[in-house]
C-alpha cells in the first residue's frame, strides 16, 4: 500500500508519461522498486527524511516476511526491535500511549504498565502505517505537477 501510495504521488508530480503504462515504474524502470520509489519521493520533497527512513525499514521488514521461509511474527524481538526504530520519535505514539494510560485503570490494570513494549506491535505498526497511508493520500491532494517544457 506504501508503494502504491508513492507511486500514485509520483505520478501527479511527474511530467506526464506518453504512453498508457508508464514504464518508468515497470520492474525494469527508474522507479520500478519500492527503494526507489521511496528516494525519489524523498528527493523531490514529497515526503520527509525522518518518512524516507521509516519506509525504508518497513520495506526491509516486508521483504523478511517474504523471503523467510521461517515462521516470523512482528512480535520477534529482530523485527520488533526494528519496528520500534521505524517509528521512533512518530508524533502520534506518544498520543496512543497517553490515551491507552488514561484507560488503563478502567481495565483493571496501572498506566504505569503501558510501555510501547506491553502494547502489540501489529496494533503499533497498523496505526502508524495507516496515519501514512493517510499522509499519502492528503499529498497527493496538494501536489503540483511538473510542467511539460516545449521547444
Known sequence: MLELGLEKLLVAKLV??????????????????????????????????????????????????????????????DIRDRLNAAIEDHLVIDAYLSA??????EWGMSSESITINSVSPRNIFELIFGLEIEFLNIALMRVEKIKERTG
Open 16 to 77: 506526464e508519461s506518453t504512453v498508457k503504462r508508464d514504464p518508468i515504474f515497470e520492474n525494469n524502470g527508474a522507479l520500478g522498486t519500492f527503494s526507489a520509489k521511496i528516494e525519489m519521493s524523498y528527493r523531490l520533497g514529497l515526503i520527509t527524511k525522518k518518512q524516507s527512513v521509516m519506509f525504508n525499514i518497513f520495506r526491509r521488514i516486508r521483504n523478511e516476511f517474504a523471503h523467510n521461509v521461517s515462521s516470523i511474527s512482528l512480535s520477534d524481538s
Open 100 to 105: 491507552l494510560r488514561e484507560k488503563a485503570p
